[in-house]
């Protein structure tokens, strides 16, 4: 709240995959759809097919609708939490694995709206000449309102917003000059690019505009044994992964695959 009791303004990083989070409601709604018919004795709930051959198959379609809903709806409401709340906490978690003395020069790779950028920038003293760079092409799909005004417009709630800097740029090829950054932070953008030759071109770019001795910092939804090796070939030696790979698995498991997060942190030689 401000002196004069008004709300202040806070900082908006968006909702991540949100055409994900649609689809998830979606079905959930549908599987809540199904149940009440057959609780209201509309309809049985089971779907037939035959006699083909003298057998009959039944499928209980609105048991099974019921509980696909129930898993996308707290597979939506877990995202949309992460996005709100859950990620701002992991940002800072993510970030105290780099000792900042707060002169750096650090990029952040597919920044949307600006979560690490404006983490790093927080970290850093504009009279020790630190400076946050953020690039990215501002696919909405990839997450809600994902535009540069709003990033700076997030940097200047946050109060750093003379210590920051955007770009449009594809991190494939990024328009910055050979080791010109002391680290560089990527959060859940690399797997955006849907080929693997293109996500190992990123991952490549990001260790040379590194300078030797600077940290790279990744972390993503799911490829994190391609960014390591990626990494350890393009010259980064020290290539330490950071995450429980048990919960990792586990959430393998339990997304079918989609999600295998990992967080890497990998020192240039």
């Known amino acids: 709240m401000s002196g004069a009791g008004v709300p202040t303004a806070r900082p908006d990083y968006g909702l991540d995959a949100p055409s994900v989070v649609r689809n998830l409601f979606c079905v959930a709604g549908a599987g809540l759809v199904l149940a009440i018919l057959r609780a209201a004795g509309v309809w049985s709930g089971r779907v037939t097919i035959g006699p083909i051959g003298g057998v009959t198959l039944a499928f209980p379609l609105a048991t099974m609708g019921a509980w696909a809903g129930v898993s996308c709806a707290a597979m939506g409401i877990w995202m949309v939490w992460s996005s709100r709340v859950g990620k701002v906490r992991e940002r800072e978690r993510l970030l105290d694995t780099i000792p900042f003395t707060g002169g750096e020069r650090v990029l952040d790779v597919g920044c949307g709206r600006g979560l690490m950028m404006i983490g ?3 970290r850093l003293t504009p ?3 630190g400076r946050a760079v953020g690039v990215d092409i501002w696919q909405a799909e990839d997450l809600s309102g994902n535009r540069p005004e709003a990033t700076l417009e997030n940097a200047r709630l946050e109060g750093v917003l003379d210590r920051v800097e955007v770009k449009t740029a594809d991190m494939r090829k990024l328009p910055f000059d050979d080791a010109s950054f002391d680290a560089v932070v990527s959060s859940k953008a ?7 030759d293109g996500r190992a071109e990123a991952i490549r770019e990001i260790a040379r505009v590194l300078k030797p001795g600077g940290r790279a910092l990744i972390d993503d939804i799911r490829h994190g044994s391609e960014y390591a090796a990626t990494l350890a070939s393009a010259g980064c030696r020290d290539v330490r992964r950071l995450d429980s790979r048990a919960a990792s698995a586990f959430l393998a498991l339990v997304t079918v695959g989609s999600l295998r997060p990992a967080t890497l942190l990998a020192r240039k030689g």
């Open 190 to 196: 690399i797997h955006n690019v849907y080929s693997k």
């Open 120 to 122: 790093v920038a927080r």
């Open 127 to 129: 009279a020790g000449g």
